[in-house]
């Protein structure tokens, strides 16, 4: 894959696993060559000084025209708690003080990267539904933010790309289309299975797709027998029962739950599964507030019509301000996963304890 053109690389959206292959695609082009990853920097914003940060970006490259640094969570805190919307949804604050200062502060520190530096931000972002204009629109990285504005006055520089989730719909032909890159070939019927299964959860299909590689060693068509023998269609339920103790403010019960899947699954199982049972309540949360109904939330969200009852029942137990909480919690719990060394069972066990 070519390297970027421009000096700072903008990916957001809410397909994480779609922004992870695409960097990992472009680190191992930038790697390739004689000096290896000595040029490379990975950094979370929240967990280095703005010193660090500013030491690696401007650090010339070694032996090398270019150096590149990917930096994760780079947006300055400027929210704050607010009583003017939804019972503790966050709101952006005014354009004075600290936040005008923060905003201003960072958008220095991009125009002062060198054209040696090539900078990739990386910024977890969902779609919510404008029942206005009836349309999903982008909940962080909007028309109005101001780093799409300065992205746009600069665009010799700068480049946005999204990352959007596909449609629970084209499920199937996203399965076919990765299973051809490990040399799979899925009967069109066992691809709607495991469609039906992972839903539009990109990087848990993936880890579907993964393990049915090995699974099937020298054979290399998927079926339905196939699909039934290896995902773990049972684990499904517990996450339900997950989700419910997590919603009651069940502390016991909801460890208990978590620890029970730990005994036949790897922590890194669990976890896609629960960020997707959070993504389709945030989607259920959002066609309920705009229309309302188990039908349209089993049309819109994409899910069977028991799904869609039992969706329904567990949003009694959030509002739309905290599902957002837990969803955006459960992208900062990932990234510590690969930052910190902590454990991913103690960081969900942490989440489950900060619910209570």
């Keep these: 894959m070519p390297l970027p053109t421009t000096s700072i690389l903008i990916c957001h959206g809410d397909d994480e696993y779609a922004i992870a292959t695409y960097l990992r695609a472009i680190e191992a082009e930038f790697c390739s060559g004689d000096m290896g990853d000595i040029n490379l920097t990975r950094l979370d914003a929240a967990a280095v000084s703005q010193d660090e940060l500013v030491n690696a970006v401007t650090s010339i490259p070694f032996f090398a025209e270019k150096r590149l640094v990917v930096l994760n969570n780079p947006l300055p805190s400027i929210r704050k708690k607010s009583g003017g919307g939804e019972e503790g949804e966050e709101v952006e604050e005014t354009d004075t003080g600290s936040a005008a200062e923060k905003k201003q502060k960072f958008l220095a520190f991009l125009n002062n990267v060198p054209d040696s530096t090539i900078l990739a931000l990386v910024i977890a972002d969902s779609q919510a539904w404008n029942s206005k204009t009836r349309e999903r629109n982008w909940e962080v990285l909007k028309d109005s933010h101001y780093l799409v504005k300065w992205t746009k006055e600069n665009?010799?520089?700068?480049?946005?790309?999204?990352?959007?989730?596909p449609l629970p719909k084209d499920m199937p032909g996203w399965i076919t289309h990765e299973a051809g890159k490990r040399e799979l070939k899925f009967n069109p019927a066992a691809a709607l299975e495991l469609a039906q299964y992972t839903g539009n959860d990109t990087?848990?299909?993936?880890?579907?797709?993964?393990?049915?590689?090995?699974?099937?060693?020298?054979?290399?068509?998927?079926?339905?027998?196939?699909?039934?023998?290896?995902?773990?269609?049972?684990?499904?339920?517990?996450?339900?029962?997950l989700v419910d103790a997590m919603g009651e403010k069940n502390t016991r019960k909801a460890l208990e739950v978590h620890h029970q899947l730990l005994e036949t699954m790897d922590a890194r199982e669990i976890f896609p599964m629960i960020i997707r049972q959070f993504r389709l309540l945030l989607m259920a949360?959002?066609?309920?507030?705009?229309?309302?109904?188990?039908?349209?939330?089993?049309?819109?969200?994409?899910?069977?019509p028991f799904q869609a009852k039992n969706l329904l029942e567990q949003l009694k137990n959030f509002n739309r301000a905290a599902l957002k909480r837990v969803y955006f919690k459960l992208m900062e719990i990932e990234e510590q996963s690969r930052t910190s060394g902590v454990d991913m069972p103690v960081l969900i066990d942490s989440l489950i304890v900060g619910m209570g």
Excluded: H, N, P, Y
């Design 203 to 241: 990087r848990l299909a993936s880890m579907e797709l993964e393990k049915l590689d090995l699974f099937l060693g020298d054979r290399r068509t998927v079926e339905i027998a196939d699909i039934a023998a290896i995902c773990t269609f049972t684990s499904s339920a517990t996450i339900w029962q």
């Design 285 to 304: 949360r959002e066609v309920v507030d705009a229309f309302g109904g188990q039908a349209e939330v089993a049309a819109q969200v994409g899910v069977a």
């Design 155 to 165: 665009k010799e520089r700068a480049e946005i790309r999204a990352f959007t989730l």
